[in-house]
């Protein structure tokens, strides 16, 4: 139990596009998922805190209008990031909690790369 | 700032060796979880532990929960290749985002 899906798992785009990255709990009901950036050999980076059917809380640094999240269901939230440019690439991650409880179970990451 | 400090950073050992990987802070978390992490993949979850002085075993990892939970540490015993990776841990606390540490890059050689 506790899967957690990515879509698409890496994406090449152009400078100036924006793209959209889906977050899915497959077999449960996510109130709350969270947005982690990665860059090479580093830990997590939370971005955001995505709650179903409420605004995103935004970590400090993180431009809200440039990474827009969108947390429509209980087991889909998207980020999408707008207007991208060549440093915006690097590994975006994604995790749910399972009835509010503290354990976050991770998605398999979306590799992105701006051109 | 809550902060988990994790040691050491990196480590490379010869397989069958035993390591630790500690985890430490100031703060008092009600859960910790360990995380390993392969690369180009997400993290997968190891375990969770929420009791002081709290002890789990999975083959051969041995995870501990400080009894004053601040701390924790991951020790493997007869490492193998496959152990390979970042082991990262994260503190909770209720509603609050986890906070991770920076990690410990494990390699180990055959």
């Known amino acids: 139990g506790a899967v957690v899906s990515q879509h698409p798992s890496r994406v090449i785009c152009k400078s100036g596009t924006s793209v959209k990255i889906e977050c899915r709990s497959l077999?449960?009901?996510?109130?709350?998922m969270f947005w982690y950036r990665q860059f090479p050999k580093q830990s997590l980076m939370l971005m955001a805190t995505s709650n179903e059917g409420s605004k995103a809380t935004y970590e400090q640094g993180v431009e809200k209008d440039k990474f827009l999240i969108n947390h429509a269901s209980l087991t889909l939230s998207t980020l999408t990031v707008t207007s991208a440019h060549p440093e915006d690439s690097s590994f975006y991650i994604c995790s749910a909690t399972v009835d509010s409880g503290e354990t976050q179970y991770f998605g398999p990451g979306t590799r992105l790369l701006v051109l | 700032t809550q902060l988990l400090e994790q040691s050491p950073q990196f480590l490379s050992i010869q397989e069958g060796e035993n390591l630790t990987v500690y985890c430490n802070s100031s703060s008092v978390f009600s859960s910790l979880q360990w995380y390993r992490q392969e690369p180009g993949e997400g993290p997968v979850l190891l375990v969770t532990?929420?009791?002081?002085?709290e002890v789990k075993k999975l083959k051969r990892l041995t995870f501990q929960f400080g009894d004053a939970r601040k701390d924790s540490s991951l020790h493997i015993t007869a490492a193998q290749p496959g152990d390979t990776g970042l082991y990262l841990c994260a503190g909770g606390k209720g509603n609050t985002p986890l906070v991770f540490g920076k990690g410990t890059r494990l390699s180990v050689i055959a």
């Open positions: 077999d449960f009901q996510a109130t709350t």
């Open positions: 532990v929420v009791t002081g002085g």
